[in-house]
């Protein structure tokens, strides 16, 4: 018996066969992804070679920055732009927050409003923020009021799918107690779940304002309000030294935010 184990050592393995033979499917699964796509992708050499030489030709063109146009057009349109961010996320908060309610099956357990809440909540994430511009501006017209309706709708997916998740990962220790007591459904929602999940809420909502912020000034691009209308009619007329100054104020509007942003963060949660 012992000469057979001396003869025979058993050899430690990370992962089974079966386990190897996933990962190498996996694996071959993607690079074959990979070399589909690069394939379908149409990429002309010509243009690669050529793009650097473009790109210092349009630098060339942006310069000397045209200062003078910022109080023209370009400081009305950030603000525009953060005004559609700011509005669209309050609503979006506000609607998220009774759909998030819905999708925890532990503070509503009923299977069916729950993949309602799922269904709504998965159908606001799939859909891009610049197809919903697009399709409220076929609604409403050009303007900010597409583009808040835009940020608001693509931002309750993502607001009411981490609030439903964190109200389910909840301790459900003071949350029984206040069942107990006999607590009505708003006292146990205000007094058991919501401290719980008031960090994590405040911090998706200003991280969801962030990303508002930047994609508000996409949505213009087609039309829905705010500093990318401006860029969009600078870019289209060539006018490259207006355009270096609206990407400055871009760029800049972006940094600021994320500045506010984390000191909010670091002294109130």
Do not use: C
Not at 15 to 21: A, E, I, K, P, S
Not at 63 to 80: G, M
């Amino acid at each position: 018996m012992f000469d057979a184990e001396v003869k025979h050592p058993q050899r430690w393995q990370r992962y089974t066969l079966d386990q190897r033979l996933l990962r190498f499917a996996i694996y071959l699964v993607v690079v074959a992804a990979i070399v589909q796509s690069i394939r379908n992708i149409n990429i002309i050499p010509e243009f690669l070679i050529d793009a650097p030489e473009q790109m210092a030709d349009l630098v060339n063109r942006m310069w000397p920055v045209d200062w003078s146009y910022y109080p023209q057009s370009v400081n009305s349109a950030l603000i525009e732009t953060i005004h559609i961010a700011t509005l669209g996320t309050i609503i979006s908060m506000l609607l998220a927050i009774p759909i998030g309610l819905m999708a925890a099956s532990n503070f509503t357990p009923n299977r069916m409003l729950n993949f309602i809440a799922k269904l709504l909540l998965v159908s606001s994430r799939s859909v891009n923020s610049l197809v919903w511009a697009l399709l409220f501006i076929a609604i409403f017209g050009p303007g900010a009021l597409a583009g808040t309706l835009a940020i608001a709708f693509r931002s309750i997916g993502f607001i009411g799918k981490l609030t439903g998740e964190a109200i389910e990962e909840a301790s459900s220790g003071s949350i029984e107690a206040l069942k107990a007591a006999g607590a009505s459904k708003g006292a146990i929602l205000n007094y058991g779940y919501w401290p719980q999940i008031k960090p994590a809420f405040w911090s998706l909502v200003l991280l969801r304002w962030d990303i508002n912020i930047r994609e508000s000034a996409v949505i213009g691009l087609v039309g829905a309000g705010g500093i990318g209308m401006t860029l969009d009619t600078a870019m289209n007329l060539f006018q490259w030294n207006r355009v270096a100054v609206i990407l400055i104020a871009i760029f800049a509007i972006v940094i600021v935010t994320e500045v506010i942003i984390t000191q909010v963060r670091k002294r109130m949660l």
